[in-house]
C-alpha cells in the first residue's frame, strides 16, 4: 500500500485519479443520463419561473383595473381586455404545469389570446387612423400581458419538449449500445443468466439500467455455480461499480480472494480507493475490517482512518473503523495524543469526544480519581471554550455518573 500521509495537495489529486473507474462505454453512458437528467431539472426550474410569472401578469392587469378607476373616466367595457389577460394567464399555467386537462386549458388560452390580440390590433389600428373613439377602444397606456405570456409560453414549452425529447432518445440509444454486453460476451457463454425476479406483482417496479441488469443476471448465474476464479473476481468489480453498497457481492470477493490466494495488500489499497470515493458505505468498511482480519494486520489502518477523517471529521464509518482497529489489535498508543489534535481543530466535534470516551473507558485511563478528576479538568477547560457546546458537558456527565460522591465539593458549572 503506497504512503498514506501526503500533502493535503496530493491527497486531493489521488482522489481524482481514483475516480470511478468505468469503461469508456459506461462513462459516456452516466454523461448521457446525466444531460437528460438535467435537462428535465433545468425544464421544471423554468416553468416553475413561468408560472410564477402568471401572477406578474395578474399584478400588472390589476394595476391597470386601478388606474382606470383613479382616471376621469372610471372603469369602463375595457376592463374586460385586463380580465382577459387573468385567464390567460390560469389557463397557460394550467397548460404548462399540465394540471387538469393540458389540451383544454391551452385550446382556453390560445382562444382567449385570439380574441385579446384581435381587440389589441382593432384598438391600435383605430388610434393610428384617428377615427371617432367607440365603446371598446382601449387606453393607450393597455398592453396585453396574457397574450405576451401566453407566446412566450407556447414557444418555451416547445423548446423544452424537444430538448427532453432529443435527451430521452439519446440515453435510450446509449443503453441500447451498452444492452447485452455480458450477455453476449463469449468469456461468459457458458454460465445460465438469471433474471431478476420481483415477483408477479412489485408494488414498485424498479427501472434497473441496462447495464446494471445485464451484470447483475451473469453475477447471479455464477454464485449458483459457486465459481471462484480470477474471471468472477473481475466480474465482482463490474458489480461494485454497478452497485457498491451490494453486500453479497463484497462477500463474494472476499472468498474468491481466499479461494485464489490473492494478494490482500492490494485488495486494501482497491478498498482505500473505494472509501475515499464512497465515504459513507458501510459495505466498503465491513469489507475493508474483514481483509485486516484475514491479514491479521491493521499496522497501517490508524493511518488510512486519519486521511479519511481529515476528509471528513465526522465521518462516523472511519471513526468507528478506527475503533475497531484499536481494541481489536490494541493499538491504544497515541490515540488520546490524536483526540487533542481533532478537538483543536473543532472543539464541536461529537465524534472525537466519544473517541476520547472509548478510548478511556476500554484501556487504564479511568481507573482512578486522579484520572477522572484530569478528565473533568481536560473538559471544563474546552468548556470555556464554547460554554454552549453540548459535546464536552455529555462528556463530563459521563465523568461524574457514578462517582457524584467523590466530586460532590467541586462546583462544576
Same mark, same amino acid.
Given at each position: 500500500? $503506497? $504512503?498514506?500521509?501526503?500533502?493535503?495537495?496530493?491527497?486531493?489529486?489521488?482522489?481524482?485519479?481514483?475516480?470511478?473507474?468505468?469503461?469508456?462505454?459506461?462513462?459516456?453512458?452516466?454523461?448521457?443520463?446525466?444531460?437528460?437528467?438535467?435537462?428535465?431539472?433545468?425544464?421544471?426550474? =423554468?416553468?416553475?419561473?413561468?408560472?410564477?410569472?402568471?401572477?406578474? /401578469?395578474?399584478? &400588472?392587469?390589476? &394595476?391597470? !383595473?386601478?388606474?382606470?378607476?383613479?382616471?376621469?373616466?372610471?372603469?369602463?367595457?375595457?376592463?374586460?381586455?385586463?380580465?382577459?389577460? %387573468?385567464? @390567460?394567464?390560469?389557463?397557460? !399555467?394550467?397548460?404548462?404545469? #399540465?394540471?387538469?386537462?393540458?389540451?383544454?386549458?391551452?385550446?382556453?388560452?390560445?382562444?382567449?389570446?385570439?380574441?385579446?390580440?384581435? =381587440?389589441?390590433?382593432?384598438?391600435?389600428?383605430?388610434?393610428?387612423?384617428?377615427?371617432?373613439?367607440?365603446?371598446?377602444?382601449?387606453?393607450?397606456?393597455?398592453?396585453?400581458?396574457?397574450?405576451?405570456?401566453?407566446?412566450?409560453?407556447?414557444?418555451?414549452?416547445?423548446? &423544452?419538449?424537444?430538448?427532453?425529447?432529443?435527451?430521452?432518445?439519446?440515453?435510450?440509444?446509449?443503453?441500447?449500445?451498452?444492452?447485452?454486453?455480458?450477455?453476449?460476451?463469449?468469456?461468459? +457463454?457458458?454460465?445460465?443468466? %438469471?433474471?431478476?425476479?420481483?415477483?408477479?406483482?412489485?408494488?414498485?417496479?424498479?427501472?434497473?439500467?441496462?447495464?446494471?441488469?445485464? %451484470?447483475?443476471?451473469?453475477?447471479?448465474?455464477?454464485?449458483?455455480?459457486?465459481?471462484?476464479?480470477?474471471?468472477?473476481?473481475?466480474?465482482?468489480?463490474? %458489480?461494485?461499480?454497478? *452497485?457498491?453498497?451490494?453486500?453479497? /457481492?463484497?462477500?463474494?470477493?472476499?472468498?474468491?480472494?481466499?479461494?485464489?490466494?490473492?494478494?490482500?495488500?492490494?485488495?486494501?489499497?482497491?478498498?482505500?480507493?473505494?472509501?475515499?470515493?464512497?465515504?459513507?458505505?458501510?459495505?466498503? =468498511?465491513?469489507?475493508?475490517?474483514?481483509?485486516?482480519?484475514?491479514?491479521?494486520?491493521?499496522?497501517?489502518?490508524?493511518?488510512?482512518?486519519?486521511? +479519511? @477523517?481529515?476528509?471528513?471529521?465526522? *465521518?462516523?464509518?472511519? =471513526? $468507528?473503523?478506527?475503533?475497531?482497529?484499536?481494541?481489536?489489535?490494541?493499538?491504544?498508543?497515541?490515540?488520546?495524543?490524536? /483526540?487533542?489534535? &481533532?478537538?483543536?481543530?473543532? !472543539?464541536?466535534?461529537?465524534?472525537?469526544? *466519544?473517541?476520547?470516551?472509548?478510548?478511556?473507558?476500554?484501556?487504564?485511563?479511568?481507573?482512578?480519581?486522579?484520572? #477522572?478528576?484530569?478528565?473533568?479538568?481536560?473538559?471544563?477547560?474546552?468548556?470555556?471554550?464554547?460554554?454552549?457546546?453540548?459535546?464536552?458537558?455529555?462528556?463530563?456527565?459521563?465523568?461524574?455518573?457514578?462517582?457524584?460522591?467523590?466530586?460532590?465539593?467541586?462546583?462544576?458549572?
Amino acid at each position: 500500500m $503506497a $504512503a498514506i500521509k501526503t500533502s493535503a495537495g496530493q491527497r486531493a489529486e489521488r482522489i481524482k485519479q481514483e475516480a470511478v473507474k468505468l469503461s469508456a462505454e459506461e462513462a459516456a453512458n452516466q454523461k448521457v443520463l446525466q444531460h437528460y437528467a438535467k435537462t428535465v431539472y433545468f425544464n421544471d426550474l =423554468w416553468v416553475s419561473f413561468l408560472s410564477k410569472m402568471a401572477g406578474l /401578469v395578474a399584478l &400588472m392587469s390589476y &394595476m391597470e !383595473v386601478q388606474r382606470m378607476r383613479r382616471s376621469p373616466r372610471g372603469i369602463s367595457f375595457v376592463v374586460g381586455f385586463e380580465a382577459l389577460s %387573468v385567464l @390567460i394567464g390560469a389557463s397557460t !399555467v394550467l397548460f404548462i404545469r #399540465r394540471w387538469f386537462n393540458p389540451l383544454l386549458a391551452f385550446k382556453v388560452a390560445f382562444a382567449f389570446s385570439l380574441l385579446q390580440g384581435f =381587440w389589441y390590433l382593432a384598438s391600435y389600428s383605430s388610434r393610428f387612423m384617428e377615427l371617432p373613439r367607440q365603446a371598446g377602444d382601449l387606453l393607450a397606456e393597455q398592453i396585453p400581458f396574457g397574450l405576451i405570456y401566453f407566446l412566450v409560453c407556447w414557444v418555451s414549452d416547445r423548446f &423544452m419538449m424537444r430538448s427532453q425529447d432529443i435527451a430521452k432518445q439519446t440515453a435510450e440509444d446509449m443503453r441500447a449500445v451498452l444492452k447485452g454486453k455480458a450477455a453476449e460476451d463469449p468469456a461468459w +457463454a457458458d454460465v445460465v443468466k %438469471v433474471p431478476q425476479d420481483d415477483g408477479p406483482n412489485p408494488i414498485v417496479s424498479i427501472a434497473y439500467s441496462a447495464n446494471f441488469t445485464d %451484470v447483475m443476471d451473469c453475477f447471479r448465474g455464477v454464485l449458483k455455480l459457486n465459481e471462484c476464479s480470477e474471471r468472477t473476481l473481475a466480474l465482482t468489480l463490474d %458489480v461494485i461499480d454497478a *452497485n457498491p453498497a451490494n453486500y453479497t /457481492v463484497w462477500y463474494f470477493r472476499r472468498r474468491v480472494l481466499e479461494a485464489l490466494g490473492s494478494d490482500l495488500r492490494e485488495e486494501l489499497q482497491f478498498t482505500a480507493d473505494m472509501a475515499i470515493q464512497h465515504p459513507k458505505n458501510y459495505q466498503i =468498511w465491513h469489507h475493508r475490517r474483514e481483509i485486516c482480519t484475514m491479514l491479521h494486520d491493521a499496522s497501517e489502518e490508524k493511518e488510512f482512518c486519519a486521511l +479519511a @477523517i481529515d476528509g471528513d471529521s465526522k *465521518n462516523y464509518h472511519a =471513526w $468507528a473503523h478506527r475503533q475497531w482497529v484499536v481494541k481489536t489489535f490494541g493499538l491504544w498508543d497515541g490515540e488520546l495524543q490524536f /483526540v487533542d489534535k &481533532m478537538l483543536l481543530e473543532d !472543539v464541536r466535534n461529537n465524534s472525537a469526544w *466519544n473517541h476520547r470516551w472509548f478510548v478511556l473507558n476500554n484501556s487504564s485511563g479511568l481507573a482512578t480519581t486522579a484520572d #477522572r478528576q484530569r478528565e473533568i479538568d481536560y473538559a471544563l477547560d474546552k468548556i470555556s471554550i464554547a460554554v454552549h457546546n453540548e459535546s464536552p458537558w455529555n462528556y463530563l456527565r459521563g465523568l461524574v455518573r457514578g462517582h457524584e460522591a467523590a466530586f460532590a465539593a467541586q462546583r462544576l458549572c
